[in-house]
Nanobody, 125 residues
Framework: QVQLVESGGGLVQAGGSLRLSCAAS????????MGWFRQAPGKEREFVGA????????YYGDSVKGRFTISRDNAKNTVYLQMNSLKPEDTAVYYC??????????????????WGQGTQVTVSS
């Protein structure tokens, strides 16, 4: 069992930056593919990005490529989402998720086994 706790959300002006953190419990964190998703009101959950267990590879959704960066620190059981050049359309609840059994990164929410409670990010224009 893994518990995920996100933090770092808040209100920011367009063009600004935020850094989200996701702290995980469990001894096998370093084996999991970690993903970030977001969900805006009335919309489906959207893949933001993911990082492999070693941190050697990262993947991003088209809407955030070049602006967001995912990293992880396995010694601290934490994954990060650095968000730069934020836009009002980035406003959403952001979730981190862990894929316990995956061998390759997937963008499908249903493939992830554990989820955090989410953190609100609001970007004002």
């Amino acid at each position: 069992q893994v518990q995920l706790v996100e933090s770092g959300g808040g209100l920011v002006q367009a063009g600004g930056s935020l850094r989200l953190s996701c702290a995980a419990s469990g001894r096998t964190f370093s084996r999991y593919i970690m993903g970030w998703f977001r969900q805006a009101p009335g919309k489906e959950r959207e893949f933001v990005g993911a990082i492999t267990w070693s941190g050697g590879s990262t993947y991003y959704g088209d809407s955030v490529k070049g602006r967001f960066t995912i990293s992880r620190d396995n010694a601290k059981n934490t994954v990060y989402l650095q968000m730069n050049s934020l836009k009002p359309e980035d406003t959403a609840v952001y979730y981190c998720a862990a894929d316990e059994h995956g061998l390759v990164v997937t963008t499908t929410p249903e493939d992830y086994d554990y989820w955090g409670q989410g953190t609100q990010v609001t970007v004002s224009s």
